[in-house]
């Protein structure tokens, strides 16, 4: 598979996670009596057909990559893989209704915790991966003009 491809993939993926969380959604918002979802059901239907978009631009940017096509499917592959795991993550505090921010201390899983040092490490790497991933393809487009 090259990197156009699996961000073609990783948009599919992210649109119908983000229509089907949208039933989700609609049936939490009609089953309660404020007639409102929970936040991780809202954010799992939003961040997933932004990260749906956000997979095509990449896919745009595909074309300009200063690196060879199996380091440039690495680097699309990075900053998709953390989209793909903040929505898991999202459907996880979506089924368990366990917090309605989940970097609020203590770290809120279920009925446990998570480590500060893992919440913080993943969220160093998310931010590396998702902006350098990005910033490789970009630094190939601004080259070429």
Known sequence: MNAADFCLLGAGVFFLSGLLSGVWKYRAIMTSEQAQAPVYIDITHRASLMYAFSALLLRE?????PLSAS???WVVAVPLLFFASAIVTYIVHGVLRDTDNQLRRPHVLGRGQVSGVLIGG???ALIAGEIGGFAILFYGFLRGL
């Open 61 to 65: 940017f595909v074309p300009y990559s």
């Open 71 to 73: 380091v440039t499917l």
């Open 122 to 124: 993943y969220m160093a």
